[in-house]
């Protein structure tokens, strides 16, 4: 599948251009002829003999970038001056900053905010420590932790390379949320280490949010957290992906008019986010669902290729005791939810499916099976991606479910809190909205975030869990 150009590949080349007509028309067919689709154009500096111009430029990947260089340089007439990587200059010197929120402009503010004023608040939570929540940060900070062991589709890249990553999703949460999230990235692989790390800087933080680290390591050290700490601990990666997953699936449900108990499902992926999916759509009452990992279908009793995890979920899934590899598990089923890899399943096993497949290929940046095929064959086709309809994307979850976890003064997530989020996801869209290409809202729909906000915290305050 040949990738279209993006925004994250978008160049600004400064080019000297020979001053007379047709050239400026010149560069703009070698753009195109190259692939690259022209962006904004400013003129900077126009002379007799020369125009100086930035030209943006949205390519592919890097190599699509030089290219594109290279042939404006074969320009006669044009001249590159400078090529600027406007994503790498969106990150120059970090994205995101500490701003008090109360001036010091003399030295009675200074007394109130810290000595002496400051110490007349230490003894109030020292007195009352529940009170840290309404005299500090705390109430509305999360703490972003890494140990950059499984980054986008990285992998393992260590944390200093992970840190781009938690710097934008702390400014999703503030953006999106109003939520002060803080990036801290681990330089230790280690489990206990990591357990003990985060249990003893979590005084500061209202919740933690896991985020980029391995399985099966995610799966316990999200466990032994909650167990250890009394503000919630979420791991996106699993319970974001499952959530948003969840709400795409009943939107399905309501546009197809079938029940969600009725679905056969398939998962292909049986790390963090494909357990996760499995175990919170058996929770939401899909009776049916068939998880696969590299070696093909999970089933009670295989013993290659298994962990404690994948024997939990082996037996709360696959009721038929199917067994063979993911072309088998496809046979007649209704739902396949792609989170494991590129090219994983072909047009023929989406011609073995049911009568209305649905599809959410959301492997990325490249899918399990190319969007241009399976929207052919399927009824529903989601992914993972931006520039296809339906984009299945953890940002429909996250600050939302934080946002009502920290008005709650939640102590963990559990069940309940995940399920409300994903019905708050999906019934943002009414029923005379639903299409094949709309199943799920954009996350720039910021009534989703507060809905998701609501619903979480009243199941917060239901189910016991809340402070407030």
């Known amino acids: 599948m040949k990738r279209s150009t993006s925004p994250s590949y978008s160049i600004t080349v400064q080019l000297s251009i020979e001053n007379r007509i047709g050239m400026f028309a010149k560069i703009a067919t070698t753009i195109s002829k190259a692939g690259g689709d022209l962006g904004p154009v400013a003129i900077l500096r126009i002379s007799k003999s020369n125009v100086i111009r930035d030209v943006t430029i949205y390519a592919r990947d890097e190599e699509h970038e030089n290219k594109i260089i290279k042939a404006l340089n074969s320009i006669k007439g044009v001249n590159v001056l400078s090529v600027m990587d406007r994503t790498l200059s969106a990150h120059k010197g970090g994205k995101i900053e500490i701003v008090n929120k109360v001036p010091i402009k003399d030295c009675i503010d200074l007394s109130r905010v810290y000595t002496p004023g400051v110490a007349r608040v230490c003894m109030e939570i020292y007195k009352k420590k529940d009170d840290v929540y309404t005299y500090t940060i705390k109430g509305n900070a999360v703490a972003i932790i890494t140990d950059g062991t499984a980054v986008l589709g990285l992998g393992d890249i260590g944390p200093e390379a992970a840190m781009p990553v938690m710097e934008g999703k702390a400014m999703i949460f503030k953006e999106f949320a109003g939520i002060n999230a803080f990036p801290i990235a681990l330089n230790t692989k280690d489990t206990e280490e990591i357990i003990a790390t985060v249990k003893n800087i979590a005084t500061a933080f209202g919740g933690i949010n896991l985020e980029d680290i391995s399985a099966p390591r995610c799966f316990e050290i999200e466990e032994r957290l909650q167990e250890n700490l009394d503000i919630p601990v979420f791991h996106d990666d699993q319970h974001g992906t499952a959530v948003v997953i969840l709400a795409a699936m009943i939107n399905v449900s309501r546009l197809l008019k079938k029940e969600i108990s009725e679905f056969k499902t398939v998962i292909a992926g049986a790390g963090a986010a ?69 090219n994983l399943i072909k047009a023929e096993d989406v011609k073995k499916m049911s009568q209305n497949p649905v599809i959410f290929a959301l492997s990325n940046p490249d899918p399990e099976i190319s969007p241009e095929i399976a929207l052919k064959l399927a009824r529903v086709v989601a992914t993972g991606r931006s520039d296809y309809p339906n ?33 708050a996801i999906a019934y943002s869209i009414r029923d005379e909205q639903l299409s094949e290409d709309f199943i799920i809202p954009s996350v720039f729909q910021r009534k989703v975030i507060a809905s998701v906000a609501h619903e979480v915290a009243k199941i917060a305050r239901e189910t016991g869990v809340a402070r407030k």
């Open 274 to 342: 494909g357990i996760a999916t499995a175990m919170i759509l058996t929770e939401a009452g899909v009776k049916d669902v068939v998880l696969c990992d590299t070696i093909g279908i999970i089933y009670e009793g295989r013993r290659k290729n298994m962990n404690p995890y994948k024997e939990k979920i082996a037996g709360t899934t696959n009721p038929r005791k199917i067994k063979g590899t993911i072309a088998n598990a496809l046979m007649g089923a209704d739902l396949f939810i792609g989170l494991a890899r590129p």
């Open 391 to 423: 984009q299945i994307n953890n940002m429909l979850c996250y600050p939302g479910i934080f946002r009502g976890l920290l008005d709650a003064g939640a102590s963990r997530v559990n069940t309940e809190i995940k399920l409300a989020a994903a019905k």
